[in-house]
């Protein structure tokens, strides 16, 4: 090893601040992709989105982001592995449980009554996941 300890924690602490941008990037664009087409429930923003590009981490990060407005409804997936994650949340000014509209969609996880996490191999989960909310108290 030829390089010096100080140049090595330069050359990480730059990767670092590299990484944390394009993360920033990689949130910027999957916000823009969920608000694409948003649909309404009862004059409420309802975001259902596959992201097929992002990470479970990135997932997370996007229905936090999208539930900061309180009336809005978050219903998301990305690839994990032969599954896809689940991401069902809402904010707080609607009512009506995440965990069991996840897991009446077929979906195995869990959560609180307004963020639950699970992951489901059948990819229709989030068109279930619509046929329900007609019927839901929000």
Do not use: W
């Not at 010096?4 to 992709?33: C, G, I, S, V, Y």
């Not at 900061?68 to 690839?79: I, K, N, Q, T, V």
């Not at 032969?82 to 995440?98: E, Y």
Request: charged content about 20%; some cysteine.
């Amino acid at each position: 090893l030829s390089a010096a300890p100080e140049a090595l924690t330069r050359e990480r602490e730059k990767a670092m601040e590299e990484k944390k941008a394009l993360n920033a990037q990689l949130l910027d664009a999957a916000l823009q992709f969920s608000c694409q087409n948003a649909r309404h429930l009862a004059d409420r923003p309802l975001y259902v989105r596959h992201l097929s590009f992002a990470t479970p981490a990135l997932l997370l990060q996007t229905a936090k982001a999208l539930i900061r407005d309180p009336r809005a409804m978050a219903l998301l997936s990305c690839p994990a592995g032969a599954l896809q994650m689940l991401v069902f949340a809402r904010g707080g000014a609607l009512r009506g449980d995440m965990t069991t509209l996840l897991r009446a969609c077929g979906a195995q996880g869990g959560g609180r009554p307004d963020f639950a996490q699970g992951s489901a191999a059948d990819s229709s989960v989030l068109e279930r996941a619509l046929e329900l909310l007609q019927g839901m108290e929000l």
